[in-house]
């Protein structure tokens, strides 16, 4: 058996996130039964890791084993399981990688952005959150830094999930303006289920002056998640970046 890491993109606004659910339409259904389909064995992926439903990516990974020896080369086999994908969903890249190579386990970084439309705009409705009131982005920037110097983020995990540790380290939290639009960068070693939304909503009470750069450090400090605002909604969500050791490709 090869193993391949498969890259590839998808706009989630149809799909109940990343991963398989039952009677729940997901990216992975439909790139392991187009696999599947193509290469004529049972193909499994798995994922970089989850994302929530309506979240988009911009760059994603999986990985999944078979017995066909030149998918990485192979551009007809990439144009084919495209063709298949719905127009939502595409493949962008197939590379050959150790036996052992893990997409989820790893990835050394992870990059996401969140989007905010500041005016009402067509063309983005469902690839931004509209939120047109005033805000101070001087200090959500502030407030975004203070990220840097902690690293138990319990305060913003979604509650009752499974997760057995809190800690992340974030290596880039800021904010950027470009016109109407603004959009919150954010890199880190892991993060938490709904950490990012948490984030971002919890930010933008920092911008409407609900609370203090001060006290968003103070809301970290607390590990609970009542503590932090709403979380933003999933359509402003987008996976960016996931980076690899050097050695867990072959060639």
């Not at 994603?60 to 030149?70: I, L």
């Not at 989820?104 to 009402?120: C, M, N, P, Q």
């Not at 609370?211 to 359509?235: H, L, N, V, W």
Request: glycine share 6%.
């Amino acid at each position: 058996m090869n193993r391949y890491f498969v890259y590839l993109s998808y706009r989630g606004t149809n799909y109940h996130g990343w991963q398989i659910q039952e009677n729940a339409s997901s990216v992975q259904g439909l790139i392991n039964n187009a696999l599947s389909m193509l290469l004529k064995e049972d193909i499994q992926t798995i994922g970089a890791g989850r994302t929530d439903t309506g979240v988009h990516a911009r760059f994603y990974v999986a990985h999944f084993d078979s017995t066909a020896n030149d998918l990485a080369t192979n551009s007809r086999f990439r144009h084919s399981l495209n063709r298949i994908l719905p127009s939502d969903i595409a493949v962008h890249s197939i590379k050959m990688v150790k036996a052992n190579a893990n997409a989820r386990f790893d990835a050394t970084l992870r990059g996401y952005e969140y989007v905010i439309s500041r005016i009402k705009n067509p063309f983005m409705i469902g690839l931004s959150w509209f939120y047109d009131a005033q805000l101070n982005i001087e200090n959500m920037q502030l407030a975004a830094q203070q990220l840097l110097n902690y690293t138990d983020f319990t305060t913003f995990s979604k509650v009752g999930s499974d997760t057995k540790t809190y800690t992340c380290k974030i290596y880039k939290a800021e904010w950027h303006e470009n016109g109407n639009v603004l959009v919150f960068t954010i890199e880190a070693n892991r993060f938490l289920r709904n950490m990012v939304r948490a984030i971002v909503g919890t930010l933008i009470d920092v911008g409407r002056g609900k609370i203090t750069p001060e006290e968003f450090a103070q809301i970290i400090e607390k590990r609970d998640r009542t503590m932090a605002g709403t979380s933003a909604p999933a359509e402003g969500l987008y996976l960016t970046r996931i980076e690899y050791p050097p050695d867990v490709f072959e060639g």
